[in-house]
């Protein structure tokens, strides 16, 4: 094998396309190794959902054909924990041998030390090594206050964002193909294994087809969102029943598609309100991930806003689980509950409602909540998902004031009008009027769904009593 070969690590990257740590490694020899470590002990810690591990697995799979294509081998590993990387990268290094070390930076708490890890095991050796940031449009504390301290607001925060996304970024081409390195070359590791071999989940075929893998099915979905559903996205987001939002979420969350390239694709349409308001979510985006990185407390379940510490939640464990199974007897919580244990995801206006519901009309930890939405979502991400529940529970940056919350049944009538959300989730309650479907009577309510578990009066008014002192 030759001398000066460029290792690329693949993390939550799984692209070959607009992928600094990948492109500058080819840029800098022909010579490339490819290697994916699988940490399971590490996943369960971090409460990843079974469907984004499978996610994962399938888009390993595509781009490990999307390397060979460009004649690297993309190499897999599994470990027990992130504490036994760095040797392993070290033997990497030393044995294959490596002259430089790539990756694209992640931002939370325990993946930064991971990498500080390895970057100073590099060092030991005398390797080089190049950080690469490919998870935010602009760079870390590049968004600051007139003095100089990070935005805890999301308007003034997108209004700087904006004038200096005035230039559009640059993405990075695919790269030319490599020169191929032959197996027999290279020698076997403790740890290496094949894809199959990692322990995944299984996941039902249902859910699969539902989120196809691969880049290009990111892109397809990326192209036909921008022609014709975005015109519409500002009157259609919020509306469940329809498909009205990209559903881009899980590609973004694990590394398929770039939030450059969302946002490059935006800037070859002409500027509408819907346009703009699809841009602001990927702020939002922006936002939380900025927020993450210089408030690292986000990172180990504690509130940003650190007074909120003091609200007494209530431990219910039967409402928890009802809440859990989408059987509270309000039926936009349900529904909304049950897509999420059926697709793997929610559509993010019912994330508001039923993450508001459990944190104010059951004032139950925010923290219970975000665990849950983390152990079932194909896009669990841990900024947005963390950012969204302490917006809801206002706790977080830029959160809704403690004493504006929605009333479900309120929302659903706004916003699910026929109830034909309600009915796709819970057919039980189908044969109901328009009107009563949003809460059924005693009189009218099926025998197989439940009464509900909460007075929508009482529980606002617990949750005012129980912030106002904070």
Not at 39 to 57: C, G, N
Not at 350 to 368: C, G, S, Y
């Amino acid at each position: 094998m030759p001398t000066h070969n460029e290792l690329v690590w693949f993390r939550n990257d799984f692209r070959t396309i607009d992928n600094p740590a990948l492109y500058h490694a080819c840029q800098s020899s022909q010579s490339v190794i490819a290697i994916y470590i699988a940490t399971p002990q590490q996943w369960h810690q971090h409460d990843d959902a079974a469907v984004k591990l499978d996610f994962w697995r399938r888009n390993l799979s595509k781009l490990e054909e999307d390397l060979a294509e460009l004649n690297i081998e993309l190499r897999f590993f599994q470990l027990d924990n992130y504490q036994q990387i760095p040797d392993l990268i070290a033997s990497l290094c030393q044995q294959w041998p490596v002259n430089q070390v790539h990756f694209n930076a992640e931002l939370a708490v325990n993946e930064s030390q991971r990498d500080a890890n390895v970057i100073e095991r590099c060092q030991d050796i005398g390797v080089a090594y190049q950080e690469h940031h490919d998870q935010l449009l602009l760079p870390p504390a590049s968004i600051r206050t007139k003095t100089g301290t990070p935005y805890k607001v999301f308007t003034p925060f997108s209004a700087q964002a904006r004038q200096r996304l005035d230039s559009p970024p640059n993405l990075y081409p695919a790269p030319e193909p490599c020169e191929k390195i032959t197996a027999g070359t290279t020698k076997r590791l403790k740890g290496q294994c094949q894809l199959a071999d990692i322990s995944w989940p299984t996941v039902s075929k249902k859910i699969q087809q539902f989120w196809p893998a691969g880049q290009q099915q990111a892109l397809i979905r990326l192209t036909e969102f921008c022609q014709q559903p975005i015109q519409h996205y500002k009157s259609d987001r919020d509306t469940p029943a329809l498909a009205g939002t990209s559903r881009l979420s899980p590609y973004l969350a694990s590394g398929i598609l770039s939030v450059a390239q969302c946002w490059q694709a935006t800037l070859h349409y002409e500027m509408s309100d819907s346009l703009h308001v699809w841009q602001n979510e990927l702020l939002w985006r922006e936002f939380y991930k900025h927020t993450l990185i210089d408030f690292p407390q986000v990172s180990k379940h504690k509130p940003l806003k650190l007074q909120t510490e003091q609200i007494e939640w209530r431990h219910d464990e039967e409402q928890l689980v009802a809440w859990q199974d989408g059987k509270t007897g309000i039926p936009i919580v349900d529904a909304a509950m049950r897509q999420l244990l059926t697709r793997g995801w929610m559509h993010n206006r019912l994330r508001m409602i039923v993450a508001m519901f459990l944190t104010k009309h059951l004032l139950i930890d925010w923290r219970l909540g975000e665990r849950w939405f983390m152990q079932h979502l194909i896009d669990g991400d841990l900024s947005a998902n963390n950012g969204g529940w302490q917006w809801c529970a206002s706790t977080g940056s830029d959160s809704v004031p403690y004493f504006r919350i929605f009333n479900p049944v309120t929302q659903s009538q706004r916003f699910d009008t026929k109830g034909a959300f309600i009915c796709h989730y819970l057919p039980e309650l189908a044969h109901l009027s328009d009107k009563d479907i949003h809460l059924p009577s005693a009189k009218n309510r099926p025998e197989n769904y439940p009464s509900p578990i909460v007075d929508l009066k009482r529980g606002r008014l617990r949750a005012l009593s129980a912030f106002k002192g904070v």
